[in-house]
């Protein structure tokens, strides 16, 4: 099984909302990432997750707001969004994070906000 | 820093036509390379990759081939259907830093 998977696929959201983001993978791996990806753009790297731990942050705003579960699940908690914020935001996870390691992506959660 | 070049799109082409994308890079040490490809409406599919220098990655049908000395990655394939038609885009993971680093995508069109 070499499948990511997010959910919701669509999410509209006011301003005022409070919305989460889903991602599952099942292929044991222990690095796990949030991309954000406007339109005609390559992704952008939002978070990764390290063995369950937050190992990077691409100096996002707190209105967006990442958590680890367990080594299989990634959330991404959104808050307070703008309109510019609306994306395609791609989940995707690696063996481990290394130079070496491929990550594999799910297949988005489009997102609106209005 | 790292780098990656991709070519500018769109590219147009009929049906069992050669695609060549370009793809060159600038990284410290020795990169992974990386090709994916977007369906309209998807998420990035790992298409290809390779870890060292010579190696050659190939799937359904591409194939792309890590020249250090060119610093090159272009991908290639022999015939083109319509179904190939998306957005590719190449990365590398280089050195100690293991962030993605893409190139700003070609969009590819294959007609009938």
């Given amino acids: ?114 | 820093g790292n780098s990656v070049t991709q070519m500018e799109g769109p590219v147009t082409l009929s049906e069992e036509a050669f695609l060549t994308i370009n793809c060159t890079y600038t990284a410290t040490g020795y990169p992974s390379l990386f090709w994916y490809v977007q369906y309209p409406g998807e998420g990035l599919q790992l298409l290809l990759k390779a870890t060292k220098a010579d190696d050659k990655g190939s799937n359904k049908g591409f194939e792309a081939t890590y020249r250090k000395e060119t610093t090159s990655f272009h991908l290639e394939k022999g015939s083109v259907q319509v179904s190939d038609s998306a957005v590719y885009f190449c990365a590398l993971i280089g050195g100690s830093n293991y962030k993605l680093t893409f190139g700003k995508g070609t969009l590819l069109t294959v007609n009938p």
Wanted: charged content about 20%; glycine content about 4%.
């Fill in chain 1, 1 to 114: 099984d070499t499948e990511v998977t997010q959910t919701p696929k669509h999410l509209v959201m006011g301003m005022t909302n409070k919305k989460s983001l889903k991602c599952e993978q099942h292929m044991g791996h222990r690095a796990m990432y949030w991309y954000k990806q406007k339109a005609k753009k390559p992704p952008e790297l939002m978070f990764v997750y390290s063995y369950e731990k937050l190992s990077i942050n691409e100096s996002v705003p707190s209105r967006f707001s990442p958590e680890c579960p367990n080594s299989s699940l990634l959330n991404l908690h959104l808050h307070a969004l703008q309109p510019e914020d609306s994306a395609l935001y791609l989940c995707a996870s690696s063996q481990v994070a290394g130079p070496y390691n491929e990550q594999f992506f799910g297949p988005g959660t489009r997102l609106t906000v209005l």
